[in-house]
């Protein structure tokens, strides 16, 4: 099959926020709509008809189902561009990506946006199943009295809603509650987490200060950097925070798992043609993904490790191994997923046993890891994480002039998704 070079052509966020601050009154749509038009505007695409616009959020209201869609019509889009939604769980962003790319690469489209949106603050609370029951039997009631019969069914316990809660369906544990038993599984210590945290912080502070952001981030509501983001963060602070998941004992703290967050993200991307016509350039192209899923309901398998997967099927498939790859961007869902993740890339065992593999995939320099800082600095607003590591990574990459960058996002459900992008 003939395919073309898919052009990723700039990237755009609003900051990110901690969950119920500056973002708190805002709702998916409004952070989706601005983070376009800080594209566009960056773009000078106002008015234009795109071929796609593809977005998602994991967390959303009933009234946004056709959230994307709505999002473009608040925007300065041309109302004629199409949009449709995606959801992956924390792999949507970079699920949107993958949509758009292939359609490009195919010819199908020649220019689309991808993004990817989420609010902590702004959660869809569902009414109690009983009284949802109640409700829908009064809304099929034919006359008055088969409307009064259904009314005398309502109890005040009814009235109680339900919050969502950030656990997995199957085994009723949080996110949190499942990492913790991946570090405990793979033996990850409290230092290597406060370590990786550290960096994520240094790291990012240091691209803010050194302008890497200016293009790839528009203010929005008073916030011109990530609020979670602390400059002065380091080992020692770190030290100090209690155990929040993973019990009295327990590793994981606040400071080395991502905070719950608000914020959108999205990513321009193009035929080359369609970028060299309007004189723009390119930071780097996608060139393929992957996807992979364990079994953490019946097999107990760590949740959040289908990346360590899902990645060797993708470098086996290009032919390359890590010593090819220049630029590594894991996703912090928490330090100890990243940590996990990395020693079972170095494990011979898991190599052996799991990968069906002779060797381990070796070992990630530091200094190629997560080189602009990561979730753990930034935030991590679900389903916007992707479109930020993407538009990071291409500039990293142009930043570059050449090279090889890999992307690995755990998600929500035992799922993991991964891509490579080249300049
Ligand atoms: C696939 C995936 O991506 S799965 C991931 C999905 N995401 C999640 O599950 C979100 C997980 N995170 C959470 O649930 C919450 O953020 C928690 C439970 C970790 C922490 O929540 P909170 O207790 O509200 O955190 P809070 O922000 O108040 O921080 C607690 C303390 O740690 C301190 N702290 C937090 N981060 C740092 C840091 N980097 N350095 C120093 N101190 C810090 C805070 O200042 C605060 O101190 P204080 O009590 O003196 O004010």
């Known amino acids: 099959m003939n395919t073309r070079r898919v052009a990723i052509v700039g990237g755009n966020r609003i900051p990110f926020a901690r969950a119920n601050g500056p973002y708190a009154h805002a709702s998916d749509q409004d952070m989706l ?48 561009t199409p949009a449709y939604d995606i959801q992956r769980a924390c792999g949507t962003g970079l699920e949107t990506v993958i949509s758009v790319a292939n359609k490009i690469a195919l010819g199908q489209i020649d220019v689309a946006i991808a993004g990817g949106v989420d609010t902590a603050s702004d959660a869809p609370i569902a009414v109690n199943e009983d009284l949802r029951q109640v409700l829908l ?36 544990l949080s996110m949190g509650e499942h990492t913790a038993l991946m570090a405990k599984d793979w033996g990850v210590t409290r230092a290597e987490q406060d370590e990786l945290a550290a960096l994520s912080h240094q790291r990012m502070a240091a691209a803010y200060d050194r302008g890497f952001f200016d293009d790839l981030l528009t203010p929005y509501l008073g916030l011109e950097r990530d609020q979670n983001l602390r400059p002065d963060s380091s080992v020692e602070k770190l030290a100090k925070l209690k155990p929040v998941f993973g019990g009295e004992s327990g590793t994981m703290t606040a400071g080395n798992s991502t905070p719950l967050s608000d914020g959108a993200s999205a990513v321009l991307l193009a035929s080359e043609e369609w970028a060299a016509e309007r004189g723009l350039p390119v ?73 069906g593999q002779d060797k381990p995939l070796g070992e990630i320099p530091s200094e190629k890891l997560n080189v602009n800082g990561g979730s753990l600095a930034a935030g991590h607003p679900f389903a916007a994480t992707g479109g930020r590591i993407v538009a990071s990574l291409a500039k990293a990459l142009d930043e570059r002039g050449s090279g090889r960058g890999v992307i690995s996002i755990c998600a929500a459900g035992g799922q993991g998704v991964v891509a490579i992008l080249e300049k």
């Open 33 to 80: 709509t601005a983070t376009l038009d800080g594209l566009v505007e960056r773009f000078g695409l106002e008015g234009e008809r795109l071929d796609e616009v593809v977005a998602g959020a994991v967390l959303k209201h009933a009234r946004d189902r056709d959230l994307t869609r709505e999002a473009v019509l608040g925007s300065k889009l041309a109302p004629e």
């Open 283 to 355: 930071l780097a192209y996608f060139a393929d993904a992957q996807s992979a899923a364990v079994d953490h309901v019946h097999k107990g398998e760590g949740l959040l490790m289908a990346p360590a997967y899902a990645l060797p099927r993708l470098l086996d498939r290009a032919g390359i191994g890590f010593g090819d790859v220049d630029l590594f961007e894991i996703h912090e869902a928490f330090a100890a997923q990243v940590a996990a993740t990395l020693k079972a890339w170095r494990d011979p065992v898991f190599a052996r046993e799991r990968l």
């Open 137 to 172: 039997d009064l809304n099929r009631a034919k006359s008055l009295p088969a409307r009064a019969r259904t009314l005398t069914r309502l109890r005040p316990g009814q009235v109680v809603p339900e919050i969502p809660r950030n656990s997995e369906p199957r085994t009723g």
